[in-house]
């Protein structure tokens, strides 16, 4: 499998349409910016699909717009730091797909005062909160954050004195 099919996949747990991930999985890697046309004829994706594509990867903040001086094409390019852009995912997961679902819950809770539902707002509520705190942190925050397991705490461990 290459990696736009791969990413594709990943984009697609997040939300994201299969021709958006294939989009911007070409945008990501490109040695320079892509237009609309280029990434039509790489992918083998209509027309169509690539500008919906584009269009939806700059409404989760994942691409930009540029333009050559002289030039009337838009070219794309996304931000090179791979943890920049699975923060961006995650913001847009939690603010497109995790927070509607809360409040959806919550409606229901209220409707029907079941406990089984109180139970899943309280856990889909608290990760959403968490993750949206993750999704904040500036890149490379997150990486030492995430790296830790619960068990160290952050704290180093001691060193044994050699005899």
């Known amino acids: 499998m290459d990696f736009p099919a791969a990413f594709a996949e990943l984009a697609q747990l997040f939300g994201l349409s299969r021709p958006a991930g294939l989009c911007f999985a070409a945008i990501w890697r490109a040695a320079q910016a892509p237009c609309a ?22 409404d989760w903040g994942l691409i930009a717009r540029v333009r050559a001086p002289g030039d009337r094409k838009e070219y794309y390019t996304a931000d090179p730091d791979a943890h920049a852009v699975l923060l961006a995912m995650l913001a847009a997961f939690q603010r497109r797909s995790l927070t509607p679902a809360v409040e959806r819950l919550l409606a229901a ?55």
């Open 109 to 163: 809770e209220s409707v029907a005062n079941d406990a089984r539902a109180a139970a899943m707002h309280a856990v889909l509520g608290t990760l959403s909160d968490r993750l949206a705190e993750f999704a904040a942190q500036p890149p490379g925050d997150g990486v030492t954050t995430a790296d830790k397991t619960p068990s160290e705490g952050g704290k180093k461990k001691k060193k044994k004195r050699k005899a």
């Open 37 to 58: 046309d280029d990434l039509t004829g790489a992918l083998g994706l209509s027309r169509s699909n690539v500008s919906t594509a584009l269009k939806e990867l700059r």
